[in-house]
């Protein structure tokens, strides 16, 4: 197996700045797959994984399909064709079902970080804000401004959501975390959440030195489970 790109006739063209790249690494990464593990599921190369992971190329359909499968998701989610789309705009598979998840599996689906949503209330009503996460010692954890909306959580009980879709096979989750939150603000805390990668978290920039945790009381999720595609 070479570790140069495939020159497949029928080629995907959507590398040209390196973003499938990207992608690739931190889907693999978010299912603590090593490039070894990743190459064996695509009968390829860890040397072509690196390639692929580390340097903009154009890369084999087949390979790709190969890569999406291998990573359990889609072609158009990995080239970044989805991006600008609202998830779901796929039609409804044949025979799904919709399974509830167990904790154990919940707290593996929101993994070490992420983007979710966090509910806030106040006189003008209820709100819903997305905002960069981290999970530590079972807790929830987001930093923001301390006059922002999402600060507002602090001191009232209030639900974190986080999903995925995959309109390739119309299946998806989505896990409810729902609980207390409250702000974060002993130094020995502050330091622990820092130190578990929270200090270049924040994609929306600014200063964001405000911890807000969230301590669940219930923590549910729904998976669409498809058995005939």
């Known amino acids: 197996m070479t570790d140069r790109p495939e020159q497949d006739p029928d080629r995907t063209g959507l590398d040209a700045v390196g973003d499938v790249g990207r992608r690739v690494a931190a889907r693999r990464e978010h299912l603590g797959l090593s490039r070894e593990e990743l190459a064996l599921r695509t009968h390829s190369a860890p040397g072509y994984i690196e390639y692929v992971e580390t340097r903009p190329g154009v890369h084999g359909m087949s390979f790709m399909l190969r890569l999406a499968d291998a990573l359990g998701t889609s072609v158009g989610e990995l080239t970044g064709a989805t991006v600008d789309l609202p998830p779901g705009v796929g039609r409804a ?4 079902d919709l399974v509830e998840i167990g904790e154990e599996e919940c707290w593996k ?4 970080h992420g983007v979710g949503r966090v509910v806030t209330a106040d006189d003008t009503g209820p709100a819903v804000f997305p905002v960069n996460y981290l999970t530590l010692d079972g807790e929830i954890a987001y930093r923001t401004s301390p006059d922002s909306a999402p600060a507002r959580a602090a001191g ?28 974060v603000t002993d130094p020995a805390s502050v330091e622990r959440f820092e130190a578990a990668g929270g200090s270049s978290m924040a994609w929306a920039g600014g200063r964001r030195d405000r911890w807000i945790a969230v301590t669940p009381r219930r923590v549910t999720g729904r998976r669409i489970v498809v058995h005939d595609r």
């Open 93 to 96: 598979a044949y025979h799904p």
């Open 109 to 112: 689906l929101l993994g070490s």
């Open 156 to 183: 009232h009980e209030t639900a974190f959501e986080v999903d995925h879709i995959d309109d390739a096979f119309s299946r998806g989750w989505s896990v409810l975390v729902v609980g207390e939150a409250r702000s």
